[in-house]
């Protein structure tokens, strides 16, 4: 069966960088969508990031220019290095596939910015 596992969460300050992973099984990931969601104390979750099996991505407008995502076909992973990490990243952040209407969802993995 399909499998996400997240790590990589934690505190970080302002300013700082964290690298999130996604251990995919169940499925070959050279052949799909994979992303991440997050979802802030209080709000709805949100898309953040998506690598396509053809290999565009996309990121959400609050990103843009600070996180960046990619994968290793051959581990299966899937990665969002975050820079320049600001407190309105603090947020629960889960890997999904598809990226449009996820049928899959990993556990999730916290990420709190903050001095």
């Known amino acids: 069966q399909v499998q996400l596992v997240e790590s990589g969460g934690g505190l970080v300050q302002p300013g700082g960088s964290l690298r999130l992973s996604c251990a995919a099984s169940?499925?070959?990931?050279?052949?799909?969508?994979i992303g991440w969601f997050r979802q802030a104390p209080g709000k709805e979750r949100e898309g953040v990031s998506c690598s396509s099996s053809i290999g565009s991505t996309y990121y959400a407008d609050s990103v843009k220019g600070r996180f960046t995502i990619s994968r290793d076909n051959a581990k299966n992973t899937v990665y969002l290095q975050m820079n320049s990490l600001k407190p309105e990243d603090t947020a629960v952040y889960y890997c999904?596939?598809?990226?449009?209407?996820?049928?899959?969802w990993g556990q999730g993995t916290q990420v709190t910015v903050s001095s």
């Open positions: 999904v596939t598809p990226c449009s209407d996820p049928d899959y």
């Open positions: 169940g499925f070959t990931l050279d052949y799909y969508a």
